[in-house]
Structure formats: structure tokens, C-alpha cells
């Protein structure tokens, strides 16, 4: 285990942003993990895992600990069920994929989402009407204040919309070290009730889509709407959709009756943000070196060399405007690291 010093972390976040860390190290194992976090040495440690949720600036005063820990468990199965055990560590795409191959479902509408496993609980990640809850079962994690591990519980996670215990309570408590997944083996539920994904299977053919069906429509929208951030530097969708209570949807929707929104409950809705942030005409707009992406607005991309602040500066204008034009909140879902 080697501690670098002023170490460039350009290509472990997914924005591409040419940031400074003061020291970096990568661990492997989880007893690694577990002595570079009771290192007193380094009083100000920041974890990270496939850098694809997170916004850096220019120098960052702190250990950063890149967890890559590796490998895949089947832990037990039976006729219809498959749980799984995947260290922190493993692609995400790469996993959904494996998981795909195994025919064990449940994950396929999140075909390519950036990042790492370890990370996506955090998150709460989800797309097109899934989110990692719906087949979450546990995690196991090493709590920073006395290196022990531990395994947390569904409940325990506290899963919202983007949102779990770990980026509340729970925050920089815990670094999560593997994710149980439970999979469908027969039967499997297939979410096709987006319009992106019923016109993809449409456009095929395929009226009795398999999983691996909704996986190949998933990535065919994400890949003719979204980066690849090996290409243009970005972190996916920067900001969350709102969720707004039924008086201001009313209010909303009186005005812009042509909007596409989402029912939550009867008393939530959600609006998407790449159509609000569209009508205030970002879509395709570059600043400098920073700009919003051609085919979807929720994107804000790095052309070239845009530092942290440029992307942050760009968020801002962004969410005046919104708020300005539609009276509508919207807020980043990628973490900001200063």
C-alpha cells in the first residue's frame, strides 16, 4: 500500500476534472482499509470509488483512499432466487452485465450507469422506473470511527429518491465495502413502461422483451443521449428531477400543460429537470470550457480542461434560471468535493 503526495486525479473522476489530491492511496483488502483509516497521520481522508458521482476543485487538501476491492459471491439460491454478494470495488455496468449473463434480473433497466458498486447505495441509484432498493438486501461497511465491519439492513439504509442514510446520519460514517443483491431467476419482473423504453422496443420488434431485451433498449437511449465520459468528461445526470407537492404541479401544469411529469402519489409529483432546464435554453450551450450537452440537458460536460469551478459556476446560472422561470427548486446529484 503506497500514500502518493500531489497526486492528479484526473483519471479517477468520470467529469475528467484535472484536480490536485495532497495524498492518494488505493486499497485492495479490507484489513488495507481498515489501518489507512485509523492512520492518525491523515486527519482529513475522502473516499472514493469510480469517481462517477462527484464534482472536484482544483486542490484538495486530504488523503483520498480509491476503494478497489474486487470480486463476486453467489451466496445462495434457490428456483427463483439468486442472492449475491459484489465487492465495492466491481464496475457497476460490468456487474449488471455478469448478473445478465447469469440470467439473474432485476437490474437491467440500469444498464450503464457510471461507477462502482460500493458507491451506488449512497445514491439510491436508479433509471427508468428502477432503483438499486428494489434488489438491494444489505451491505456490509467499515464505520470510520473504530474500523469495525458491519453489516447494515435494508431499513437500516433508509432509501429515498437519490437519497439514503449515507448522505444524511449517516454520512462519512461508513465506507461500504460489498452490496447484497437479491436476483430474480424465473419470473422476472420486466419495467418496460417508460415511453423511452417501450418506443426502443418498438423501433425492434419486440413485443415479449426479455431482461436482456430491456437491458440492450436501456443502453441504446443511454448511448444516443448520454457522453461517454471516456470521450466528453461528465458525471451523468448533475441534477436530481424535482419532486413538488400537488399545489405547485397544479400551478405548474395550468401553465405548461405540454410538460411530461411523473405522479409520485396523490400528493407528489415529479417533473423532469432536462425539460425544465431545456425551456430555459441551456440545452447544447457551451461556456468556456465547461457546457450542457447536445442531446440531453441534465448533462453538464467538460470539453476540455474546465476546472471544478467552472462546472459549479455553470450548476448555479443554471439553477437561478430554473427557479427564476418556473418558480421550481432544482439541486445537484452529484457531491461536491472542495
Not at 482544483?58 to 434457490?78: C, M, W
Not at 448522505?167 to 431467476?185: A, R
Not at 441534477?239 to 411523473?262: D, G, Q, S, T
Request: aromatic share 10%; charged share 25%.
Amino acid at each position: 500500500m503506497i500514500i502518493y503526495d500531489h497526486f492528479s486525479l484526473k483519471n479517477y473522476n468520470t467529469f475528467g476534472i484535472d484536480a490536485t489530491a495532497r495524498h492518494f492511496v488505493e486499497v485492495t483488502t479490507i484489513e488495507e482499509l481498515q489501518d489507512i483509516l485509523n492512520n492518525k497521520e491523515y486527519p482529513r481522508k475522502i473516499l472514493i470509488g469510480g469517481g462517477s458521482n462527484m464534482l472536484l476543485t482544483d486542490y484538495i487538501d486530504a488523503l483520498f483512499i480509491h476503494v478497489n476491492l474486487k470480486g463476486k459471491q453467489l451466496l445462495s439460491q434457490d428456483n427463483d432466487t439468486a442472492i449475491v454478494k459484489v465487492m465495492a470495488g466491481e464496475n457497476w455496468h460490468d456487474m449488471v452485465m455478469w448478473a445478465l449473463k447469469n440470467d439473474f434480473g432485476g437490474l437491467e433497466n440500469m444498464s450503464l450507469i457510471p461507477g462502482n458498486t460500493g458507491t451506488a447505495p449512497i445514491q439510491n441509484i436508479g433509471a427508468y422506473g428502477v432503483e438499486l432498493k428494489d434488489c438491494f438486501v444489505s451491505c456490509e461497511a467499515v464505520r470510520i470511527e473504530d474500523q469495525q465491519l458491519v453489516t447494515l439492513s435494508k431499513e437500516e439504509c433508509k432509501f429515498g429518491y437519490r437519497d439514503s442514510y449515507f448522505k444524511n446520519e449517516g454520512k462519512d460514517k461508513y465506507v461500504i465495502t460489498s452490496v447484497t443483491f437479491s436476483f430474480t431467476k424465473n419470473n422476472h419482473k420486466i419495467n418496460s413502461g417508460y415511453g423511452a423504453i417501450e418506443n426502443q422496443l418498438e423501433k425492434e420488434n419486440i413485443l415479449n422483451p426479455t431482461i436482456k431485451d430491456i437491458s440492450n433498449a436501456v443502453i441504446a437511449i443511454r448511448q444516443s443521449k448520454l457522453p461517454d465520459p471516456k470521450e466528453l468528461g461528465n458525471s451523468g445526470s448533475f441534477f436530481k428531477n424535482p419532486i413538488v407537492n400537488k399545489e405547485i404541479f397544479k400551478e405548474f401544469n395550468l401553465k405548461y400543460p405540454e410538460a411530461p411529469f411523473y405522479k409520485v402519489s396523490e400528493e407528489l409529483y415529479k417533473i423532469p429537470a432536462g425539460w425544465l432546464i431545456e425551456q430555459c435554453g441551456f440545452k447544447g450551450k457551451r461556456f468556456g470550457d465547461a457546457g450542457v450537452h447536445k442531446n440531453q440537458a441534465l448533462v453538464l460536460v467538460n470539453y476540455d480542461n474546465a476546472t471544478g469551478k467552472d462546472i459549479l459556476d455553470l450548476a448555479a446560472k443554471i439553477i437561478a434560471e430554473v427557479k427564476s422561470k418556473f418558480n421550481i427548486e432544482i439541486s445537484p446529484e452529484v457531491n461536491l468535493i472542495k
